[in-house]
């Protein structure tokens, strides 16, 4: 079974930080890239951040660049996103993706990625 389930979210000030987690199950994790997510009431899905599968390079949207940090630990399985200086347009839910096995390059397109998380709201507040 292919799981994704992310966690961290919440309701936080404008300036303050979150950070978000990842835990995946399913034999997807290892080989491939990981990436975040999000989508405002009314919008579509936004790229966030995306990293390889060794973690040695990532990508990250324009609107998030200086601000918002993703990693993974391959150990746990797991992939967080560490959100410094929120700002009330980074409300939304955030999704956690991943490409799927051995599809190891970075994308940043949604339609790149095969797996989903449900998600988890992010609310930052003026």
């Known amino acids: 079974q292919v799981h994704l389930v992310e966690s961290g979210g919440g309701l936080v000030q404008a300036g303050g930080s979150l950070r978000l987690s990842c835990a995946t199950s399913?034999?997807?994790?290892?080989?491939?890239?990981m990436g975040w997510f999000r989508q405002a009431p009314g919008k579509g899905r936004e790229f966030v951040a995306a990293i390889i599968w060794n973690g040695g390079e990532d990508a990250y949207g324009d609107s998030v660049k200086g601000r918002f940090t993703i990693s993974r630990d391959n150990a746990e399985a797991s992939v967080y996103l560490q959100m410094n200086n929120l700002k009330p347009e980074d409300t939304g839910v955030y999704y956690c993706a991943a490409r799927g096995p051995y599809f190891s390059i970075l994308a940043t397109s949604q339609n790149e990625y095969r797996y989903w998380g449900q998600g988890t709201q992010v609310t930052v507040s003026s």
């Open positions: 399913g034999r997807i994790f290892s080989r491939t890239t």
